[in-house]
């Protein structure tokens, strides 16, 4: 599990659509399993890699069960619309994301949490060995975030799926990432696990902030803090 963070602005999200193969570099190659993706056809890339976008857009009034059956259409074939198979991967998909009860649901009618959850078990039915999110927590409270992570953690270390993610919350970043990349001014400036790149001197250089990193007491995970800028003697 991978966590891509950096500044806004900085090339995360458009590194993520280049890996997804929804826009082309202009220079050099995404391999996956050593295949260049320029050159997989849309429908098989599908159904090796799947990918939820930051903003992900639905059809005003489609319901969460028709949402996650669309993860099933890489694998249906022009003379067979739906199969038993199908129907297994999409239930499984949505009780696994905790939807199946909001199945006949719009989308427009969930809350925030419900509806990214409904989005992961999407891309869950696609059935892919690679996972690609980008922002999964965007406009979701700490629980609702904890909560999506929790379960994103889980697919990755359960099934072995490769989960690659771009994450704002930099200690989020840190406790739920095997490994994190960091991007700054639109190139990698460093790889690693979280505890060994994690730095005060890489917040100041990438981000621009002042922070104090430290283990957390219960199982060593980095931890930042900013540090508050001091106030002014005229401040009220």
């Not at 799926?161 to 400036?189: C, E, F, I, P, Q």
Request: proline share 7%.
């Amino acid at each position: 599990m991978t966590c891509i963070i950096g500044p806004n602005g900085s090339g995360k999200s458009t590194l993520l659509r280049a890996i997804g193969g929804l826009s082309r570099p202009l220079a050099g190659q995404v391999r996956l399993d050593g295949d260049d993706i320029s050159t997989i056809a849309p429908k098989a890339l599908a159904r090796r890699l799947a990918m939820l976008p930051q903003t992900a857009v639905a059809p005003e009034g489609l319901t969460v069960g028709d949402l996650v059956a669309r993860g099933r259409q890489p694998y249906q074939p022009w003379y067979r619309q739906w199969s038993h198979e199908d129907e297994e991967h999409v239930q499984a998909a949505m009780e696994r994301m905790d939807v199946a009860a909001l199945a006949g649901r719009p989308l427009d009618e969930l809350s925030g949490g419900q509806r990214q959850r409904a989005w992961i078990a999407m891309c869950l039915a696609q059935d892919t060995p690679v996972l690609v999110l980008d922002e999964p927590t965007t406009h979701l409270d700490i629980a609702h975030s904890v909560q999506i992570l929790e379960i994103v953690h889980a697919l990755a270390h359960e099934s072995g799926r490769t989960v690659l993610m771009v994450l704002h919350d930099l200690s989020m970043a840190a406790r739920y990432s095997d490994a994190a990349v960091v991007v700054a001014g639109g190139r990698v400036s460093a790889t690693g696990a979280p505890g060994e790149i994690v730095t005060t001197e890489l917040l100041r250089d990438a981000f621009g902030l002042d922070a104090r990193v430290y283990p957390d007491p219960v199982d060593g995970v980095p931890t930042i803090a900013p540090r508050r800028l001091p106030r002014s003697p005229s401040a009220t």
